[in-house]
């Protein structure tokens, strides 16, 4: 998605804008460009394609300036081009960067054209500079036109102003969509993620929805919605350089699986005793609230909306609830039935994914006893949102493509679970068995990784394929949804996950030589009846890979079984993602993809 740096300094800026860029290359976009402060008149430099380009541009023009934005673009209104990468312009004065959608754009646009505004691109985005510059000609300041204008814009946005007239400010605002304010040295800063400034200060403000702020290099000033001056809190966070460098890896999705054993540490560290999940893990009074819960919703998106399904299994089998699932951009729209003591969960690795933080307020209008974030970033919008949180600790996640993400989600709900089931008085025993297995967890997964050698002799009959299908049974069907998902968004073969049952009604039709079949087959009820779904696939011709239980033994001809750590039943689901993981790594380096930032996708994606 986006992404939005914006800096006034007593120093150049060029050179850190276009670092932040670079640091935001892996939430995915298709342009970048830069408008930069100088006497004569603003340097505007745009490109298509990578930040590397722009950066190049750069090179040559040798801008000098103390004031400036930056963005990079996620292409929704307008096809990627230069023309349609920011900032936008209305004459020579104002340029905007924006996040986000304005959905009255048609309208505003028409009324501009009226006014005599020429537009240049197809975006929604070039209206706001033109808006802007129409209500500063009856404004008493440029705050007070920065309001004009924002009452006309319907939808998400976060902008950065740069006025040519004030070579000292930059001027920015939020309104549902992510923007904070970094404070440096003889600089202030602002940008849609921390990532972006995280070299240059470890103090952030977190805008709210609704407010403006002007940054200068030596001071800043923010405004809320009423136009009222207000103080925000100063946050101080560290986000390492550790945290946002690939190391020795490749690749950020590698040292993602990689750091899985200390990621799921963090989730569970402080949260369990000797034999049960510590009170209140959730906030305060999370405990008294869990005891009158009857019945769950969850809603979540991709991943984390597969950590849901699995959670599912959990919630009903250790918590005794009911649990239905939502994808967050559809729940909204089946006018739901909430029903009584019902707690409406969200999984989130952002907490910024727009359609989840919209399920999470049309939920927030239900009759719901509480809500409740699983999330991974602290200052998200989703956390502050919810009236209970857990963080999964799992630290920056870079690639697109979730992995520690996921399993540490599933690490919280099964603290969750745990949680309900204690508030509810139930299943004393089981709650033990549980807390013993997570602690030996992040041992287990360290074992999972040493896999990497066999996945990798197999990774060639899958990438040398262009469909494949992923079985599972059971808990392990949504593990099976997650390995095809995988797979597909980093290699772009086109993976699909059944339900070894289901594959007789339909799909077995596909299986030939080219379609390669990996299956789960962890040592359970279903693992015999999943055998013999197996067979079927095998007598028509297709290759099996099949991650097992080491007790299950079955010919697989060309194919191959990976058997699997031993590891409590409950748990296995976190286990077996770890080696769909690597094989979909592995394939992708084959394809020589993109792994980090594939094709079409972002990291965090804050529209509707
Ligand atoms: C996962 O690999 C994805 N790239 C994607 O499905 C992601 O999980 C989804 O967009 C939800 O993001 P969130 O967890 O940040 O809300």
């Known amino acids: 998605m986006c992404g939005i740096i914006a800096a006034a300094s007593s120093r150049n800026v060029g050179k850190l804008l276009v670092q932040g860029l670079h640091r935001m290359e892996y939430r995915g976009y298709d342009s970048a460009g830069i408008a930069l402060h100088q006497d004569e008149g603003v340097v505007h430099l745009r490109t298509l394609g990578k930040v590397k380009l722009l950066e190049e541009k750069m090179i040559q023009e040798k801008p000098r300036s103390k004031l400036g934005i930056a963005h990079t673009r996620w292409a929704t209104h307008g096809e990627p081009s230069e023309i349609n990468a920011h900032p936008h312009k209305s004459s020579e004065r104002i340029y905007i960067v924006h996040n986000g959608i304005i959905e009255n754009h048609v309208e505003l646009k028409k009324e501009l054209e009226e006014k005599g505004y020429a537009f240049t691109s197809q975006t929604d985005s070039e209206l706001i500079a033109h808006l802007i510059e129409l209500y500063l000609q009856d404004s008493s300041s440029f705050i007070d036109a920065i309001y004009k204008a924002k009452k006309r814009l319907e939808g998400a946005y976060a902008i950065a102003v740069l006025d040519y007239q004030d070579p000292n400010s930059i001027v920015v605002a939020r309104h549902k969509s992510p923007l904070l304010i970094g404070l440096g040295t003889d600089e202030n800063l602002a940008a849609s993620d921390p990532l972006a400034i995280a070299q240059l200060t470890n103090e952030f403000i977190f805008l709210e929805d609704g407010d403006v702020a002007r940054i200068s290099s030596d001071s800043y000033e923010i405004f809320d919605t009423n136009q009222a001056s207000v103080q925000r809190a100063i946050t101080k966070l560290d986000i390492t350089s550790q945290a946002t460098s690939k190391g020795d890896y490749r690749h950020f999705m590698e040292k993602e699986i990689y750091e899985q054993p200390e990621a799921i540490l963090n989730t569970i560290d402080g949260r369990v005793g000797a034999e049960d999940v510590l009170d209140n893990i959730f906030g305060l009074n999370s405990n008294e609230l869990f005891s009158k819960v009857e019945r769950i919703q969850i809603a979540a998106c991709g991943t984390s909306l597969h950590a849901g399904r699995v959670a599912a299994n959990w919630l009903s089998s250790i918590a005794g609830l009911p649990c239905q699932i939502d994808y967050a951009s559809e729940y909204r729209y089946r006018n739901p039935y909430v029903d009584k003591n019902s707690l409406f969960i969200t999984i989130s690795q952002s907490g910024e994914t727009a359609d989840t933080l919209a399920a999470l307020s049309y939920a927030k209008e239900q009759e719901y006893l509480a809500t409740v974030g699983i999330c991974n970033v602290p200052t998200s919008t989703l956390a502050r949102e919810s009236d209970f949180v857990l963080f999964t600790n799992a630290g920056p996640e870079i690639g697109v493509a979730s992995t520690k993400a996921f399993t540490t989600q599933l690490a919280g709900l099964l603290l969750l679970t745990l949680s309900l089931a204690k508030a509810r008085g139930l299943n004393p025993k ?134 699997l750590p031993k590891c409590d039943f409950l748990l296995t689901p976190i286990v077996y993602t770890i080696p769909l993981q690597i094989l979909a790594y592995e394939v992708a380096l084959l394809r020589g993809t993109d792994i980090d930032q594939p094709r079409n996708l972002a990291k965090s994606v804050t529209v509707e």
């Open 430 to 563: 089981l709650r033990t068995r549980v807390v013993e297995a997570l602690r030996t967890l992040p041992e287990v997964i360290r074992d999972a990784l040493k896999l990497k050698d066999q996945i990798i002799e197999m990774a060639p009959g899958v990438a040398s394929k262009d469909n494949s299908l992923f079985l599972g049974r059971g808990i392990f069907y949504p593990v099976a949804k997650e390995g095809a998902l995988k797979l597909k968004e980093i290699s772009y073969i086109h993976a699909e996950a059944y339900p070894a049952g289901e594959l007789k009604h339909g799909p077995l039709a596909l299986i030939d030589e080219d379609m390669p079949v990996i299956a789960l087959a962890p040592e359970s009820e279903i693992a015999e009846k999943l055998i013999s779904n197996l067979e079927e696939v095998k007598a028509r011709g297709g290759k099996l890979y099949v991650f097992a239980d080491p007790s299950v033994t079955m010919d697989v001809k060309a194919g191959r079984l990976i058997h």
